[in-house]
């Protein structure tokens, strides 16, 4: 269903005039540390390796079914059409439950991700697990590339995209569409990924992961990470819409988005978000030692942000069909709130006198 412009308008400014009381799912889905706002910025940490731990697990049941996948695949001398033929009942299953796992990961990254990307000392691994661009772009590329029995694909890309393309077939580099659950039809998300690629990729994710868990012990958050996060992380909205605008859940079958096809990019959003708030509840304290007023509103204005954003996800969920244009006035709506907020962030740190790392 197609939204005017000017309802959208209003609908963003209701949504955030009482988003403080709302009681949806999408208020149950934050963490429920951020509701506890204190000043030990230990529990910031906390949440980071609950994530960590999470990823690191959900990562390890990929590395165990990629390895199996490519087994099986080794039987059939990589042949993946004749190992589908003669296994097909297996192999549908393994990457069911491939793309359940993928699933799982997902959000147990985002919802961390406003820690790592926003930490100097921790973005690095946001390039390579989450970011990262190929080897056209020099810049943003990942810094690894991923060796197979066969071939070197170099800087090809980050780790979760590397893994969802090859998953649902949306890079034919690395993956074949075909018939996998037999029933005589190619559908969108029918693939077989190569498996000497697959498998590979899979392996440098869960060396990745497991460095990523290793540094976060390591970290020891200060004020000055926690704010920097913030103002880096927030004001990232309009670049999240537009990869929704491109992403099936917008365009359908014109998408020119390959990522974001496992889950919509508004849940994205939406756990990003998420883990900001916990973020901002937990430096909140020092915040308010500059201005307590505006640091309330600050955190409210934060929180309005994020209701913004899972309300879109759960209506899209529940069959709400948006528009390019829908997204493109969504997205400046929320990148206006969200440089907003970044901007009394960085109004506080000048007063307190903490200096950005942006």
């Known amino acids: ?8 308008c209003v609908a963003f400014l209701a949504l955030a005039a009482c988003g403080g009381d709302d009681s949806s799912d999408s208020a149950e889905k934050k963490p429920a540390a951020s509701k506890e706002a ?3 910025l230990a529990a910031i940490k906390t949440y980071l390796l609950d994530h960590t731990q999470r990823l690191t697990g959900d990562i390890a049941t990929l590395k165990e079914n990629a390895q199996q996948y490519h087994d099986l695949a080794e039987q059939s001398d990589f042949d993946t059409k004749k190992m589908l033929a003669d296994n097909q009942e297996e192999v549908a299953t393994l990457l069911a439950d491939a793309k359940k796992t993928f699933r799982a990961a997902n959000p147990a990254y985002e919802e961390m991700e406003g820690v790592v990307a926003g930490v100097p000392s921790l973005a690095d691994y946001d390039v390579i697990i989450d ?8 810049e943003s590329a990942v810094p690894f590339s991923i060796k197979t029995e066969d071939k070197t ?7 979760f995209f590397l893994t969802e393309s090859a998953l649902f077939g949306t890079e034919p580099k690395w993956s074949t569409k075909a018939d996998v659950d037999g029933d005589g039809k190619v559908e969108f998300g029918e693939s077989l990924p190569d498996p000497r690629f697959y498998n590979a990729a899979i392996e440098e994710f869960d060396k990745q992961a497991k460095e990523l868990d290793a540094s976060a012990k390591e970290w020891q958050p200060t004020e000055q990470d926690a704010l920097t996060a913030l103002v880096v992380m927030t004001p990232t909205m309009s670049e999240y819409f537009e990869a929704w605008k491109n992403s099936r859940f917008v365009a359908g079958s014109n998408a020119t988005e390959k990522s974001f096809v496992g889950a919509s990019r508004l849940q994205d959003i939406a756990d990003i978000l998420g883990g900001l708030e ?13 201005n307590a007023e505006q640091a309330d509103q600050t955190g409210k204005s934060l929180s309005q942000l994020e209701d913004f954003a899972a309300r879109l996800r759960d209506e899209e969920a529940g069959g709400k069909q948006f528009t390019a244009e829908d997204a493109d006035t969504l997205g400046r709506q929320a990148q206006d709130q969200a440089e907003a907020i970044a901007g009394q962030i960085t109004q506080a740190a000048k007063q307190l006198n903490i200096e950005l790392e942006t």
């Open 1 to 8: 269903m197609r939204i005017a412009p000017a309802f959208l």
């Open 38 to 40: 204190g000043t030990n």
């Open 131 to 138: 970011a990262g661009g190929d080897s056209s772009d020099p």
């Open 153 to 159: 694909y170099k800087q090809p890309g980050n780790l």
């Open 278 to 290: 916990l973020i901002y509840a937990n430096v909140k304290p020092k915040i308010a030692e500059a």
